[in-house]
């Protein structure tokens, strides 16, 4: 594996296996993320992302779900190549944490409701760097200010239900850095914040990143929090990748119609009124994981649809140069037709 490189992600299949049959859920995906990178992962709500992280954190509750395919090498912090899939419980809990964290969704849910943030926090700090337990509480007064929390000794006592949401995704934060990882996992950590604390969040994780140096996975269905954040962007459909660039070529130069739809979804504030039109929705649903359409999953959605192309073979990801991979069997004659209508 390339010296640069932290993670790399190569043909991951996790699969869920219930009653009604065998879930998808990820699909041969790949990717890579650097030493100091941040790769946000998009999509719509059912497209694998989550389960991809937590596939990463080998979080996956076993049954009904396992990983049946697919490697994910991992530089840590000894230097060492590890290939996570085949690590055992042992080895991964003393990674999780110390090597690789991760902010979960719901900050209220992801903290037990019946322990002070401040033993949360000590509990990895214990467990990771073997510090007693006054060091470790010393020491989760300092992430709590490194954070912004105001008053941190004080707030070491505080349960969860007395912080407000936004303090206790600081709180998850201050957990997930305590012990310096070489890679941060951020689930959608900003979903069920307004959009004031948002961005207090967002800079807050560029400025921590600046100081440690650490590499972020972000997931994320915001695109405009990408936008900020994100150095590539790998963009997931039915547990499938579909696209993978960097942040401007995603932006400026998208390829797949799926790409393509998500962005013209997003209002348009740099337009004068006079300019401005109405937002392109995607039509349709994500299918059904149990009963996914053939072909290119993404072909009921797509307004470029092609009969006896889109819909018989699963398309390969191909790299279109410069490392913009796609996975659309008609994207040159695609982006034809924009060129032509511009």
Not at 168 to 196: F, G, H, K, Y
Not at 269 to 288: C, F, K, S, T, Y
């Amino acid at each position: 594996m390339d010296e640069k490189r932290l993670l790399e992600v190569k043909d991951l299949k996790v699969h869920f296996f219930t009653d009604d049959g065998v879930v998808k859920a990820v699909d041969g995906v790949s990717f890579h993320i650097d030493k100091g990178e941040t790769l946000a992962v998009v999509g719509e709500s059912g497209s694998g992302k989550s389960v991809t992280s937590l596939a990463i954190m080998r979080l996956i509750p076993n049954p009904p779900g396992r990983i049946v395919g697919g490697e994910m090498l991992f530089r840590g912090k000894d230097g060492q190549v590890k290939d996570l899939v085949k690590q055992d419980e042992a080895s991964m809990r003393k990674i999780r944490g110390n090597d690789i964290a991760m902010i979960f969704q719901e900050p209220m849910t992801s903290l037990n409701p019946v322990y002070t943030v401040g033993d949360q926090i000590a509990e990895a700090i214990m467990l990771h760097q073997g510090k007693s337990r006054k060091e470790a509480l010393e020491l989760s007064a300092e992430m709590l200010d490194l954070v912004g929390i105001p008053e941190p000794r004080k707030r070491l006592s505080n349960y969860p239900h007395q912080m407000s949401g936004g303090m206790r995704q600081r709180v998850m934060i201050a957990m997930a850095l305590s012990c310096n990882p070489s890679l941060l996992i951020a689930d959608e950590p900003t979903t069920a914040l307004d959009v004031t604390i948002q961005a207090q969040i967002l800079e807050l994780m560029y400025k921590l990143q600046e100081e440690i140096g650490m590499s972020i996975l972000f997931i994320t269905h915001n695109l405009g929090v990408v936008a900020e954040m994100a150095d590539r962007v790998v963009v997931m459909y039915a547990g499938r990748a579909v696209e993978e660039a960097d942040v401007t070529a995603t932006f400026k130069r998208s390829k797949h119609p799926y790409t393509m739809g998500l962005l013209n979804s997003v209002p348009r504030l740099d337009l004068a009124a006079e300019h401005r039109q109405r937002l392109e929705a995607i039509p349709g649903n994500v299918p059904n994981p149990l009963h996914l359409p053939a072909g290119c999953a993404f072909h009921p959605r797509c307004k470029y649809f092609q009969e006896g192309r889109c819909n018989t073979d699963i398309p390969e990801l191909q790299d279109t140069g410069g490392g913009h991979m796609v996975r659309c069997v008609r994207w040159a004659e695609i982006q034809s037709e924009l060129e032509v209508k511009a």
